[in-house]
T-cell receptor, first 115, second 112 residues
Framework: EAGVTQFPSHSVIEKGQTVTLRCDPI?????LYWYRRVMGKEIKFLLH????????ESGMPNNRFLAERTGGTYSTLKVQPAELEDSGVYFC?????????????FGPGTRLTVL | TQLLEQSPQFLSIQEGENLTVYCNSS?????LQWYRQEPGEGPVLLVT?????EVKKLKRLTFQFGDARKDSSLHITAAQPGDTGLYLC????????????FGDGTTLTVKP
């Protein structure tokens, strides 16, 4: 069974440009999460989808970030316009159910560099 | 805001030595996870602990959840070079069971 996949693996863009990250969760997983790790900091939660609905978007840093999950399958995270502080590694995770004991499976991440 | 602090941040030891990594918080968590992350990959779950005082063993790794469910430890016995990696703890609470709060990680290097 394929794991969580993310595309691209790396992205280098100029400040002010737009970047779209994609995440394909494990098939059948209704729950999809976005996290990011900026340089020197811990991995931080961004948001959580249940199917196509945003369950919790409390971690989204500002309105330059837009996450979508149309159809409840793959998800995209768009940053527009990108700023220097957006550089970091963006992880996607998915799970079949939610709960304190459920396993979240992480993708390999997208490393975003904003110059 | 719930925070998890891990210590030490970096640890370099010789093969065969024992080590303990700590994960501490002032907040109570309903569950705590330990992950291991390799370069270029995402975190991979090692274990979940949910009961205060719980101890789980995974081969040479022993995980403990504090009685008050605010802290946890990971003990590795007779470390091997294959144990090298980034170890992360993460906590969840019942009010928002989908969201994980991560510690800042412990980078372990085991020298042959």
């Amino acid at each position: 069974e394929a794991g969580v996949t993310q595309f691209p693996s790396h992205s280098v863009i100029e400040k002010g440009q737009t970047v779209t990250l994609r995440c394909d969760p494990i098939s059948g997983h209704d729950n999809l999460y976005w996290y990011r790790r900026v340089m020197g900091k811990e991995i931080k939660f961004l948001l959580h989808f249940v199917k196509e609905s945003k369950q919790d978007e409390s971690g989204m840093p500002n309105n330059r970030f837009l996450a979508e999950r149309t159809g409840g399958t793959y998800s995209t995270l768009k940053v527009q316009p990108a700023e220097l502080e957006d550089s970091g590694v963006y992880f996607c995770a998915s799970s079949q159910v939610i709960g304190r004991n459920n396993e979240q499976f992480f993708g390999p991440g997208t490393r975003l560099t904003v110059l | 805001t719930q925070l998890l602090e891990q210590s030490p941040q970096f640890l370099s030891i010789q093969e065969g030595e024992n080590l303990t990594v700590y994960c501490n918080s002032s907040s109570v968590f309903s569950s705590l996870q330990w992950y291991r992350q390799e370069p270029g990959e995402g975190p991979v779950l090692l274990v979940t602990v949910v009961t205060g005082g719980e101890v789980k063993k995974l081969k040479r790794l022993t995980f403990q959840f504090g009685d008050a469910r605010k802290d946890s430890s990971l003990h590795i016995t007779a470390a091997q070079p294959g144990d090298t990696g980034l170890y992360l703890c993460a906590g969840r609470n019942n009010t928002n069971a989908g969201k994980s709060t991560f510690g800042d990680g412990t980078t372990l290097t085991v020298k042959p």
